[in-house]
């Protein structure tokens, strides 16, 4: 199928679409812009800046995809973003460009980005990301895959959200999340493991009591920090995968990780 573009619809020179893309009424696309096949602008949809987005996306009415970034220390040029494929982008949602000029804001495949919500520059946002409405990440987030992100929640600057995550609706994010648990209040605190959604995702019994030893460790057996890795190192789940990913995570956290009840 050919091109579908609305005779309303600005398309800037230099802009390339890819075959099968569709571009509704009052849309726009600037001229950096690169839009992958099969991709949907939907009428007044926006896509501008050094933008890449790929293969199958959705972009609804008056989004803004790769818009300047906000960030203060933006010193001109065209920062850019790249996005992967099969992400949509509901209605009003933004995503800004990087602040560098070398640099990018980065998004993997299969995102979904409800209403209102907002990825800032230089954020780098893996798969399967679910961020509800009205949701945030400010700059130099890092979102591992799988995380689903509640109502209303925002995300402190340069913290990261591990794997299979949740954050509970109108949470404040200010320290790093831990891979597999869900984080909820203001400040958000770790209330247990993402047990139901890890059980969606097709975790066995066998990977569940894996998180649940290292969460126990980490956040139930009253250790310190180093009391806790000492711990988790030798423990018998030490080298299984989900064991290893956890305790990698806090290791190397800069900002702190949210602490237990």
């Known amino acids: ?3 579908q573009i609305h005779p309303t ?12 893309v569709v571009v509704g009424a009052y849309a726009y696309v600037g ?3 690169v839009i992958g096949e099969g991709t949907v602008l939907h009428h007044h949809a926006n896509v501008e800046g050094r933008t890449t987005i790929g293969r199958k996306c959705e972009i609804f009415p008056f989004a ?24 949509v982008f509901r209605e009003y949602v933004s995503v800004h460009g990087a602040t560098q000029e070398t640099d990018n804001t980065r998004m993997g495949h299969d995102n979904v980005m409800l209403a209102y919500s907002h990825i800032a520059h230089d954020c780098v946002v893996g798969d399967y990301l679910v961020m509800s409405a009205q949701s945030a990440l400010a700059g130099h987030v890092v979102v591992e895959d799988h995380v689903n992100i509640g109502w209303g929640t925002g995300v402190h600057q340069f913290c990261r959200l591990g794997a299979y995550a949740m954050l509970g609706g109108m949470s404040k994010i200010v320290q790093d999340v831990p891979p597999f648990i869900i984080a909820d209040g203001n400040p958000a605190i770790a209330r247990s493991i993402n ?7 097709g975790f066995t019994p066998e990977r569940l009591e894996a998180v649940k030893q290292v969460f ?41 990780v949210v602490a237990g009840r």
């Open 1 to 3: 199928m050919a091109k």
């Open 9 to 20: 619809a600005i398309i800037e020179p230099g802009a390339e679409l890819g075959d099968e």
């Open 31 to 33: 001229g950096r812009a």
């Open 64 to 87: 803004c995809v790769g818009t300047k970034t906000h960030d203060l220390k933006y010193k001109g040029g065209e920062p850019g973003l790249v996005v992967g494929d099969r992400n």
């Open 195 to 201: 047990k139901v959604g890890l059980e969606r995702l």
């Open 216 to 256: 126990r460790i980490f956040y139930r057996a009253g250790h310190n920090r180093s009391q806790a890795f000492e711990r988790m190192h030798a423990h018998a789940l030490s080298e299984n995968v989900d064991f290893q990913h956890f305790l990698k995570f806090v290791e190397i956290s800069e900002r702190g």
